[in-house]
């Protein structure tokens, strides 16, 4: 099980931070201050650490390069509502693997995760998802142990569907994080194939259509 370390001390943000990786079935610990977080990361084990830069005491900045000096090599994902370019370069170049600035969504926060841990090579390879089973390093998916035949970009899809499980995915965001911001086709690819996954997996009163917004594959 992937564990994060959430370094938040803005009460509300640190519950929604823990909300949204509970949605990703991440487990997590909380930390309100940079000392705090210091000694937390030194003593612990952790795939990932979510890390607020306006710290009380130390800095996000400082935490960084205090954990960095102890070998720690862990992750590190920035959250701050410093949006500065400067602010980003400085945390990107002292070792952060991203840098997101507040405020954002849940899937954005969720879809960042992935593709950090999946470059530091702790993303989960194996989904399930009732009687479907998917292997993202093979790139197969079964349904009741039959393979199921998904095109590249339908397989993308079930994988994104099944990594955020009871979330509202707009098409705005599925465009995004499965064809790319520099996509010039139409929205109705996505319904395109969002209905193709709902029907080759079976997933008719689970995946369902939200008027005017999305879709969201629902964990009951």
């Not at 929205?187 to 008027?211: A, E, F, N, W, Y």
């Amino acid at each position: 099980m992937i564990r994060i370390l959430i370094v938040e001390d803005d009460e509300n943000i640190s519950k929604m931070l823990a909300a949204t990786l509970s949605i990703g079935d991440y487990e997590y610990d909380r930390c309100v201050d940079g000392e705090e977080a210091v000694q937390t990361i030194i003593n612990g084990t952790y795939d990932l650490i979510l890390l607020d830069v306006m710290l009380p005491g130390m800095d996000g900045f400082a935490v960084l390069e205090h954990i960095r000096g102890e070998s720690c090599e862990t992750p590190v994902i920035f959250l701050t509502a410093l949006g500065a370019v400067a602010d980003k370069v400085k945390g990107l170049r002292g070792g952060a693997e991203d840098y997101i600035v507040k405020p954002f969504e849940p899937v954005e926060l969720l879809a960042r995760i992935e593709v950090v841990l999946r470059r530091a090579g702790k993303s989960e390879m194996h989904l399930r998802y009732g009687d479907i089973q998917v292997d993202i390093e093979k790139h197969t998916a079964l349904k009741n142990g039959v393979p199921v035949a998904l095109t590249p970009k339908e397989f993308d899809v079930l994988v994104f569907f099944m990594r955020n499980p009871d979330v509202a995915i707009t098409r705005e965001q599925l465009l995004s994080n499965i064809w790319g911001f520099d996509f010039t086709g139409e929205s109705r690819s996505v319904d395109i194939h969002v209905q193709q996954v709902r029907r080759k997996m079976g997933l008719q009163g689970k995946l369902i259509t939200i008027p005017k917004l999305g879709y969201r594959l629902e964990r009951r």
